[in-house]
Every structure is written in structure tokens, then in C-alpha cells.
T-cell receptor, first 111, second 114 residues
């Protein structure tokens, strides 16, 4: 079955700097990797996702890279802003659209 | 599009009572819905997968007789916590399977059992 590890568990950056969160997965058949952002007491929101047929996807300040050989994918946030402070979860599919979620990264952007 | 609602948002109940939580996909049909439990500062723990018209599939360690799941239509799944105890207090979140592999989450229900 799938196993997802996420690092770091906490991350503090100065406003304007970049933040990188990395996840590794175990099932080489996995082909879809979403990233979710969860603010305190709120629902997880899908912020970006990538499928295994591409190596990188970018949406404004957010990007995700995928290394299928090494079985890891990373979230990159550039020019961080205080509103980026939240908990971020990666996920990998177990079967269909059932996911195994990473343990989460608490990101704090210091003004 | 892809809006999922959850009701109630907060509930406080006495120990021994049952609580029902509803999860609705408002603008799409969801053959599959998922129920998660989340402890403070922790990740989402999948409890069960709810399939429309059939029995839910429970994850290991989740008591199916305690956490009753019903998925009677393509837009509604319910989770009933039976004979609730203080240790059942938690944040419960549902999600609905959308297009392709995506999931869309409800806003969550904060359950407090006194």
C-alpha cells in the first residue's frame, strides 16, 4: 500500500523568502499528487496538483515538482506572504480518489 | 463549482447520546465520499469510504458499529457517532470525490462530548 512521508513538520520563513515542502511516496504506480492548504479550523483547500506525466507545474507563486524516479514531489512557494501561513498537506492516491495524506507542515511566514 | 457542505459545524452533546453529521455535495454528484477525523495539529485520518448505494468501507481500527455511515444518494452521506464518549471529541471532515482523482472537502464538524 501507499505510504507518504512529509518534511519538515514546521517551517518558518521571512516574508518574501521561498518555502519548500517535500513529500516522498512508496507506490510507484501512484500517478496523481495534490497539495492542500488548511487554515486553522477550516477545511483543506486544494492549491495545486500534478499528474505523473509532467515533472513540474506552476500557478503564480506556487509550484509543484515531481521526481518519479526518486518518488518524491515538492511544493514551492515563492515570495511568501503572511497569508501563506497555514498547514500544508501532500497526498498520494491509494485507490481511485482515496488518498493517503502526509503528516502536514505548519508554515509560518514572519512579516 | 465543487462545493461540499457539512452540517452541523459545531455540536456539543452529552456522553451516551448519538450525533449525526451530514455531508452534501452541492453542485455535483459524488459516487464516493470520505470521512476523516482530525486531531489538533495532526493530519487527516481516513475513517471510512462511503459509496452510494452500498456499504461503507472502514479503515482498520475504526468501529463500524460506532461510526455508522449512510450514503443514500449521490449528494448526501451521513456519519452517526453512536453512544458518544469524550474520547470521540474531534474535528470530523468529509470529502467528496470530484472529477478524476480530486477530492473536495467539507468545512468540518467540531464535536465535543461532555
Amino acid at each position: 500500500g501507499e505510504n507518504v512521508e512529509q518534511h519538515p513538520s514546521t517551517l518558518s520563513v521571512q516574508e518574501g523568502d521561498s518555502a519548500v515542502i517535500k513529500c516522498t511516496y512508496s507506490d510507484s504506480a501512484s500517478n496523481y499528487f495534490p497539495w492542500y492548504k488548511q487554515e486553522l479550523g477550516k477545511r483543506p483547500q486544494l492549491i495545486i496538483d500534478i499528474r505523473s506525466n509532467v515533472g513540474e507545474k506552476k500557478d503564480q507563486r506556487i509550484a509543484v515538482t515531481l521526481n518519479k524516479t526518486a518518488k518524491h514531489f515538492s511544493l514551492h512557494i515563492t515570495e511568501t506572504q503572511p497569508e501563506d501561513s497555514a498547514v500544508y498537506f501532500c497526498a498520494a492516491p491509494i485507490v481511485g480518489n482515496q488518498f493517503y495524506f502526509g503528516t502536514g507542515t505548519s508554515l509560518t511566514v514572519i512579516p | 463549482g465543487a462545493v461540499v457542505s457539512q452540517h452541523p459545524s459545531r455540536v456539543i452533546c452529552k456522553s451516551g447520546t448519538s450525533v449525526k453529521i451530514e455531508c452534501r455535495s452541492l453542485d455535483f454528484q459524488a459516487t464516493t465520499m470520505f470521512w476523516y477525523r482530525q486531531f489538533p495539529k495532526k493530519s487527516l485520518m481516513l475513517m471510512a469510504t462511503s459509496n452510494e448505494g452500498s456499504k461503507a468501507t472502514y479503515e482498520q481500527g475504526v468501529e463500524k458499529d460506532k461510526f455508522l455511515i449512510n450514503h443514500a444518494s449521490l449528494t448526501l452521506s451521513t456519519l452517526t457517532v453512536t453512544s458518544a464518549h469524550p474520547e470521540d471529541s474531534s474535528f470530523y471532515i468529509c470529502s467528496a470525490g470530484g472529477r478524476a482523482d480530486t477530492q473536495y472537502f467539507g468545512p468540518g464538524t467540531r464535536l465535543t462530548v461532555l
